[in-house]
């Protein structure tokens, strides 16, 4: 009586496991897949990060939990500042989630890089970065950039980097300063997660962002190694716009907001 039960139990197990080993073998494969499509893309040093029109620099949080200044934040601030100084981009689209009256991600951006002496007319604030995908797909439709430079930590740049080919951008990778803090581990086991998402976001389920809108050119202004080449009307111009003290932006509800 009981030799029948066990039989069906054994190989209900057997089944299980071969479900569950064949899962994990899908969700590896997944993973370096991503992986080796953006291997060579990404440069760890910032010195030696190339150039780009655009650097797009991804939102997160600017406090941990506990209450302490996220180093995740810190560090791609750092980096989007270091890469403005150094001419390697010209512009910066800063990215970030917005969904609440009382957390804005881009306009903490903005103050900070603001801080970094970036100049407002090198920042282009979108406050409807809600996720990687979201913030590439709006870069790509609402502010019609084709060429750009990543901003973000190493571990983010594979997947932000592979979405960014999918849509059909020519992007390249500069991974932002990070130092060893608690919990990165949980960060990295999470984006091996989201990047089995990720292939199902764009090839299963076509995947649309939130928000888009009217297509609003980023205005790149003229760097100050470029101003000698400029005509006199062309660099009076530039000189009027960039005086206004207030960063370019793009919200769901307002093609171009100015921060409060």
Same mark, same amino acid.
């Given at each position: 009586m009981h !030799?029948?039960?066990?039989?069906v139990f054994k190989a209900v *197990?057997? $089944? *299980? /496991?071969? %479900?569950? *080993?064949l899962a994990t073998l899908l969700f590896a494969l997944a993973n370096f897949y991503v992986l080796g499509r953006t291997q060579g893309k990404i440069e760890d040093e910032l $010195?030696?990060?190339g150039s780009e029109p655009v650097g797009i620099v991804f939102g997160t949080s600017h406090w941990t939990r506990s209450g302490t200044r996220n180093p995740h934040f810190e560090g791609r601030m750092g980096a989007a500042a270091h890469l403005i100084h150094l001419g390697r981009v010209d512009h910066l689209l800063i990215s970030g989630d917005n969904s609440t009256r009382y957390y804005n991600e881009?306009?903490?951006m903005w103050r900070d890089l603001r801080g970094r002496d970036v100049r407002d007319e090198d920042m282009t604030l979108d406050y409807a970065g809600f996720s990687t995908f979201d913030t590439l797909a709006r870069a790509r439709d609402v502010f019609g950039v084709e060429r750009a430079l990543l901003v973000t930590q190493a571990w983010h740049l594979p997947r932000a980097l592979?979405? /960014?080919?999918a849509l059909g951008l020519e992007v390249r990778g500069c991974a932002a300063p990070e130092r060893a803090v608690t919990g990165l581990w949980r960060l990295k086991l999470r984006e091996w997660v989201a990047r089995v998402a990720t292939l199902g976001d764009l090839y299963l389920w076509e995947r649309e962002p939130h928000f888009l809108g009217p297509l609003e050119p980023l205005q790149i202004m003229p760097r100050e190694r470029d !101003? *000698? %080449?400029l005509p006199p009307g062309v660099l009076n111009a530039s000189d009027a716009a960039s005086g206004d003290d207030t960063a370019r932006g793009s919200a769901p509800d $307002?093609? $171009?907001s100015t921060p409060r």
């Open positions: !030799r029948p039960f066990w039989k *197990l057997m $089944s *299980l /496991g071969a %479900l569950a *080993l $010195s030696q990060c881009p306009v903490t592979f979405i /960014g080919e !101003r *000698l %080449l $307002s093609p $171009s």
